[in-house]
Each structure stands twice: as C-alpha cells, then as structure tokens.
C-alpha cells in the first residue's frame, strides 16, 4: 500500500485479470521457495515511523502535502490522513552499529520534520493515538491526495456492500461510533520493525515475532484513549483492526479470517504459506494492472499490502554488484505504537531484535511449547491491560510480562545482541532504558493516563506536555506530571 496507483474505479474485468496474474505469481512464488532463491545475505534491519502533524492548540493539522513539498525528502511519505505523515530510514546490516546508526538517523530527520513544521506553523508529534482527535476529524475532507486512498476506501464500502463500519472498544471505558469511510484507520499510528532474513530461517523468525508480540505491545503502549474515551492500555489494535472490517471470501467476510488480524496459526515450512492464504481466503481489494514480468510479483505484493496481520511477511529485492535483482524475504513486526522519543523508539526496536534472534535461533523452537491460540491470548491480554497481564511464558510458572520481562527477556535480548555483533555499548543503553521502563511501570500508555488523573482530563494540557516532554529527548519512564 506504500506505492501509489495510477488509477481508483474498477470494472469486472481489472478483477478477473488481476486474479489470474495473482495465480500466476502465487505459482511461480511457490517455486522460489521450493528451489531456494531467496537471498542468503545476512540479516538486515530497517524501520517505518507515523507521525502526526499538530497546530498549535494540539488539534490535528491537515497539511502533509504541503509539508512533504517543503520537505523534499524522498525518505518521507504520506500517510492515510492528511495529518499523518510516515518517517523511513535507509536498511541496515543488524550488526555493529546499526541501534546508534538507527537513532543518529532518526534525530537528524526528525529535527529536519521540527523544523519545517514550525515553518508552517505546525508541530510534529509521534504518538499512538493523538489524545485531542475527534471523530470529527476523521472524515473524507482529510484524506490524503493520493488514488490509493480513494481506492482503498471505495473497495473496503464496496466489499462491505454499503454497510457502515462500526468501531466498538470495551476496555476501561466503552466506546462506540459508525463510520462510513476507512477514515478511523488513520486515528492510529504506529512503528514498523523490519527484518530482512534468509529463506533458511524465515520461518523461525516469523513465528518468534509472532510470540514476541505479547511482551513487544505491552512495553510499547502509548495509545491508551480514543476521542476522550480511556479503552485499551494499546487501543492502536482494536482501532486497526475494525476500522478495516473485510475479510475472506463469502460467509468468511464477517467470520474470523479478517484482514487486519493476529494471523491464523504459525507457519509450519517457509512463509509461503502466508501468500497462499492471502490467495486462497482474502478477495482482491486493489485490481490494478502491471506490465511487470510475472518475477517482478507486483500483484502479489500489492495484494499482500491490502492484507495486514501484526507480524506480515513481505518480499522484496536487493541488487547485487552486477545490477542483478535478488529477491528476499522480510517480516514487518507491527505491534508497536510510536513512542514518546527517539531513544525509546530505538529502545523498542533493539528490544525486539535482540529478543527475535534469541528465540529464532534456539535449540528447541519456542512455538513447540506456545500453542498459538495462547500466543495470540497473550497479545490481546497484553494489548489490553499492558505489563500486568500474567501468563505462563514458556514454563509452568505464571508470573506478570513485567516481571518476565524483568527476570528472563531482558537477559535473553541482551544475549541476542550479543550473538548479533551490536555493540555493547549501545546494547547495554537502549536496553538500560527498556529495563527502567518496566521497573517504573510507566510506558507512553501509563504516563498518559497518570497526566490525565493529575490534571481534570484535560486532552488539550496532555497533548502539548506530551510534545513538550518529546522534544526535550529524554526518554518517558522520566517524564513527571508537572506542565511544563
């Protein structure tokens, strides 16, 4: 959904013909995987970040294009929503490095975002949720000037058969509202952990980014209010998920195969049994016709972009010395919400590769031991109510994720970095911050609500504290209640 299409209405005869190439792909992507050609470079690293653009009372500010014209930077795209903007950075070998690369980068194009905001008299904001958005907002005069929006939400209705979309959150309060537009997708912002990985190993690193989603969610919440409404400690997942209602063919549009979704079981061989699934159970939302040779898998990928399970395998393509394309397998852990600083986005992102090495490349296979309805439990739980949840990780002992996290994951994503080759100094940093994190209890999820306790719940005081405590640099579980 990344690449922008030349054109949004759609005839019965774009579905037939984008049905057929994407039979032909899915065929010929089951014989890449049956004869290994994926790439076996080593593993690579590489992230996404949404933002918000806010004025100056802290309401969303619909002027990505216009920011992205001033900006120029080709590492900047738009979003969704015309408030909403989405931050990439160039791929990395998972080694060394990369965590201090990762946030020296991170810095640099967020000071240049800083600044040309500003120019436009605007702030830039990384949060999960923004606290002052109104269901108001959310409407068809912000979305983004780009036909892959316009398509995306003509085919969503068109599947849908005219019916309104209906978001409803119980958590700590209740919410519900209708909708007749994808529009509430872009009420959630996230960040996208990438990891390129060779064909061998694919399956392992997938599955362990499945199990990791419990413990990665409950440390990254900051996303605990919708529309004034306190829900979920990572209300992100609920809004994602319906906000997107569609799912499989027939009867199964409204049964369990949805398209926003925990995914339906580990793979068992190689990841090709995703893009099998996307075939066999998920209609196509996007017809467009490419030109591309069948090896190029522009359908195939296009269609695996309109289908978005919190951990999604993708496939894409290196270059070697020679100008020749290597194709390669990825995964995109989507679980995290963007955080309140750099240093605890990269704190985020070395917590979850440390951790993804550490049980992809155990002995025993850890989901030989996790059934996955326990590990997709253990994400909604986590999702729900944060670092409290209790489960049995991978023993017969039932402690809380934070006390899990505290005894045994930090250890183990230390231990992954370590065989990684990251530095030990910035392992030891970027963890240090994970760990007192969780010690303090107070992700971007708690601190929001602790504000909102101390000061009569004002969403408009939270929001520009929030921004003002972001720019300063220091990471949340630092961040006290006073206004600054």
């Known amino acids: 959904m990344g690449e922008e299409i030349q054109y949004s209405h759609f005839n019965k005869t774009d579905y037939q013909q984008f049905f057929s190439k994407l039979e032909e792909e899915t ?5 890449w995987f049956d004869t ?7 593993l690579m690293a590489g992230y996404e970040l949404e933002a918000w653009l806010i004025d100056k009372v802290g309401k969303p500010a619909a002027i990505n294009e216009a920011f992205l ?3 120029d930077n080709k590492l900047l795209s738009p ?36 600044k040309t905001a500003l120019s ?16 108001s907002d959310l409407t068809l005069k912000n979305i983004s000037l780009l036909d892959r929006y316009k398509a995306l939400n003509e085919q969503v209705l068109r599947q849908r058969k005219g019916l309104e979309i209906e978001l409803n959150i119980n958590g700590e309060e209740h919410l519900q509202v209708s909708h007749k537009d994808v529009m509430l997708e872009s009420a959630s912002t996230s960040l996208q952990i990438h990891i390129q990985v060779p064909q061998d190993v694919a399956a392992r690193y997938y599955n362990a980014s499945v199990i990791l989603s419990a413990p990665m969610v409950a440390v990254s919440g900051n996303s605990p209010c919708l529309f ?21 063919y027939g009867d199964a549009a409204s049964g369990p195969v949805h398209r926003v979704s925990f995914g339906s079981d580990y793979v068992r061989e190689s990841l090709y049994e995703c893009f099998q699934e996307n075939l066999d159970h998920f209609p196509v939302l996007l017809p467009v016709h490419y030109q591309n040779m069948t090896e190029d898998f522009r359908h195939l990928r296009l269609h695996n972009g309109t289908i978005w399970r919190w951990n999604r395998p993708l496939i894409g393509f290196d270059e070697d010395d020679n100008k020749n394309k290597i194709p390669h397998l990825r995964i995109e852990h989507r ?9 605890d986005n990269i704190a985020n992102i070395a917590f979850y590769y440390g951790l993804v090495h550490f049980y992809a490349t155990r002995q025993a296979p850890p989901e030989n031991n996790m059934a996955f309805t326990d590990a997709k439990d253990n994400f909604y739980r986590a999702a729900q109510i944060g670092l409290k949840h209790k489960t049995r990780w991978l023993s017969k002992k039932t402690d809380t994720l934070q006390k899990t996290i505290l005894d045994r994951m930090l250890l183990e994503a230390e231990t992954g970095l370590y065989n990684l080759g990251i530095s030990q100094g910035d392992s030891h940093r970027f963890l240090k911050v994970i760990q007192q994190r969780v010690e303090n209890k107070q992700t971007g999820s708690q601190w929001q609500l602790d504000f909102l306790d101390a000061h009569h719940n004002d969403r408009t005081l939270l929001t520009l504290n929030y921004l003002k405590n ?15």
């Open 27 to 31: 065929a010929l992507l089951k014989n």
């Open 36 to 42: 290994g050609r994926f790439s076996t470079a080593p």
């Open 69 to 71: 014209n001033s900006a």
């Open 79 to 114: 979003e969704l929503a015309r408030f909403n903007i989405e931050l990439n950075v160039e791929p990395e070998k998972l080694s060394d490095k990369v965590l201090s690369t990762f946030e020296h980068r991170l810095d640099e194009l967020w000071r240049q975002c800083s």
């Open 120 to 135: 436009l008299d605007t702030s830039i904001v990384g949060i999960g949720i923004l606290p002052t958005l109104e269901d």
């Open 228 to 248: 004034g409404r306190r829900l979920w400690h990572e209300t992100r997942i609920p809004v994602f998920e319906q906000s997107v209602p569609t799912g499989g």
């Open 335 to 343: 679980v995290c919400a963007s955080a309140p600083s750099t240093i």
């Open 470 to 484: 972001q720019q300063t640099g220091v990471p949340v579980h630092e961040w006290d209640l006073a206004t600054i």
